[in-house]
């Protein structure tokens, strides 16, 4: 019998390596920019091309390499951090298993100019999936220079699921932005398709944060130190009013590195209870600087998670540590009692031998007599009379209305005759008559049919059609706008403004008209007909928001994402009510639709009770 187990070639396992350091272009980026970092470069320039599935372009003034060096550091398991296993304990870099440049190498094609400092010429380098295609000296500037094309290009499977550029470009300024906050000292610049999105000079922590994340973050930071013998720990967290709902800012490093860590995370939110929301999260930026022999790093590929010894201990420094810059900044809320627009309330008193009151009373006036014989004549009596006279006029109009209009029952949905009368006249009829349709609890729509009778969802039926309009209208020429008065301005993150320039010109298919001002700001000049600006607003923040996350927008559906997001914006909201006119054509557009049952997210909007079914009910 013939021997079944057999070594991988080095390619084969190289590319399966691959598959746990390299998932996307984001962890490239990762890997080099770390590399650059741990070789003393203090200007890092990354350039990308189609969200890094043509280029990623990452350049460094570090230490550089020899020629020798240089290849050697394609070589699985090569790396000049570690020399034993012992050293992963007293880790000082970011890097140190020497798998990175080996699995890069192993599923893209790599060119790498590099020289050593103090050196007049340097080497070029040219691998494809592993193999070594050349190697020459070159004259090229000091430190290294890696250029790595058509990532996943000998990996069909896993380049068919990168998603689309939109959202692989947010992973990419996600993983730039944990780089850029923890490594402040260090000069950054992110160029996307020729288009800069972020130029960040050298500072203090604060001043990446707000370069980085926003202005306005400026005045919502609280500073934090706290130095102890397990650990220090420094940085910022929000005010409670800064906390947000959605797109919070919170970021964890550990010796330099970032870290997901969810018990300190839950630590650093609980100190946040009874000052926000249930449903808002406190934005913070920590680094913990503790001993490398008491972390474990080597955990996984990425090394984002981390084991602390000191865990427990530590948990309770940091929430004290929370907890004092919180009260030591004073943003506990305190009771304040608002005066402003208070009513007066006048004062009675009841030694009536006051000749001159202080404050301007009238002597006379006492809100306990009664209304009877003994009230006092003048203001107050005239004031009594025209509210007697209102009151009788108010009854008498309820009578007369009681006489005039039906009692509030149930009505035949055709005929419109009352059926059911048993409806108390205090409470609200459960029906409005309308016709032949009828609109209930203004959420449905009822109307008879041969069999039966159809139960209409108002909001989901107008989200349907509006979504086919705005699908039709997106190769036409006559694209329907509505110009708002005033423009609103709207401030991005830089992540977010690269997204919009990505998603702009499917926006303008809609009817949004959208102008790039400066720093990020976008003007809302033009909106698709019955959504307001305000709304426009909220929709463009959540499309946002959807893009980043990975959510529906995905491969290649940007554009019917941003119309059911539109759509579901300007239709008809629940507890409006419809005119016969409205709900009629409502009714009639709807059934002109190819699929009038569901909505585009598949949710159903007709159901339809026939005659059978209506009988059951009263067995």
């Not at 959202?167 to 730039?176: G, P």
């Not at 959510?551 to 005119?579: C, D, P």
Request: charged share 20%; glycine share 6%.
């Amino acid at each position: 019998m013939s021997d079944i187990i057999k070594l991988l070639p080095d390619s084969v396992a190289n590319q399966i390596a691959a598959g746990e350091v390299i998932q996307r272009p984001a962890s490239v980026i990762k890997e080099l920019v770390e590399n650059a970092v741990d070789a003393g470069a203090t200007s890092i320039q990354i350039i990308l091309k189609e969200a890094g599935r043509t280029l990623i372009q990452v350049i460094d003034n570090g230490s550089g390499m020899s020629d020798t060096d240089a290849r050697l550091a394609f070589e699985r398991h090569s790396t000049s951090k570690i020399r034993q296993a012992a050293d992963l304990f007293n880790l000082h870099t970011m890097g140190f298993r020497g798998e990175a440049l080996a699995s890069i190498a192993a599923i893209a094609q790599v060119e790498l100019r590099t020289c050593k400092k103090g050196e007049q010429i340097g080497t070029k380098l040219e691998i494809c999936a592993s193999k070594c295609i050349g190697q020459e000296p070159e004259v090229c500037a000091e430190g290294s220079n890696f250029m790595i094309k058509n990532l996943f290009f000998n990996v069909p499977a896993r380049r068919k699921f990168l998603k689309s550029n939109q959202v692989e470009l947010s992973n990419i300024i996600k993983e730039f932005e944990k780089l850029a906050l923890v490594n402040n000292e260090v000069e950054f610049t992110l160029v996307h398709n020729d288009n800069i999105i972020y130029k960040l000079m050298p500072g203090s922590f604060k001043m990446r944060i707000t370069s980085l994340l926003g202005k306005n973050l400026d005045t919502q930071l609280i500073p934090l130190n706290v130095d102890t013998s397990l650990a220090k720990i420094e940085g910022f967290i929000g005010r409670p009013e800064g906390a947000r709902k959605r797109n919070y800012l919170q970021f964890l490093f550990v010796n330099g590195r970032h870290m997901r860590h969810p018990y300190f995370h839950k630590s650093i939110v609980s100190c946040y209870e009874q000052l926000i929301s249930n449903d808002s999260q406190p934005n913070y930026f920590l680094n913990f600087t503790v001993d490398p022999q008491s972390i474990d790093v080597n955990i996984h590929p990425t090394k984002n998670e981390i084991k602390f010894e000191n865990e427990g201990p530590i948990w309770q420094i940091l929430s004290a540590a929370v907890k004092e810059a919180l009260g030591r900044f004073s943003v506990v809320p305190s009771i304040d009692f608002d005066n402003e627009d208070a009513p007066s309330i006048p004062i009675f008193n009841t030694n009536t031998n006051v000749s001159t009151p202080a404050i301007g009373v009238d002597p006379n006036y006492n809100p306990f007599k009664s209304s009877g014989a003994n009230a006092s004549k003048g203001a107050n009596s005239s004031s009594y009379s025209d509210w007697q006279k209102l009151y009788d006029n108010f009854n008498q109009s309820k009578a007369n209305d009681q006489d005039s209009e039906p009692s509030g029952g149930v009505y035949d949905m055709i005929s419109g005759q009352e059926i059911i009368n048993e409806v108390q006249p205090e409470e609200k009829p459960l029906f409005s008559s309308t016709g032949k349709c009828m609109q209930v609890n203004g959420k449905y729509i009822i109307s008879p049919v041969e069999d039966g009778v159809m139960i209409i969802d108002q909001h989901r039926a107008h989200i349907r059609i509006l979504y086919d309009n705005y699908i039709a209208q997106r190769n036409g020429e006559n694209i329907i706008s509505q110009r708002v008065i005033f423009p609103e301005i709207i401030n991005l993150t830089p992540a977010q403004n690269a997204l919009m320039l990505e998603i702009e010109p499917d926006m303008a298919k809609i009817g949004f008209c959208l102008s790039e001002l400066s720093a990020n700001d976008w003007s809302i000049n033009s909106v698709p007909p019955g959504l307001g600006t305000a709304k426009a607003v909220e929709v463009i923040m959540q499309l946002l928001e959807s893009i980043e996350a990975g959510g529906a927008a995905l491969q290649n559906k940007v554009y019917e994402h941003i119309a059911l997001s539109v759509a579901r914006s300007g239709a008809f909201s629940y507890g409006r009510t419809l005119t016969d006119d409205e709900m009629n054509a409502l009714i009639v557009d709807l059934m002109s639709r190819q699929e009038p049952s569901y909505t585009p997210d598949g949710k159903k909007i007709i159901a339809v009770l026939n005659y059978n079914q209506i009988s059951k009910l009263f067995q």
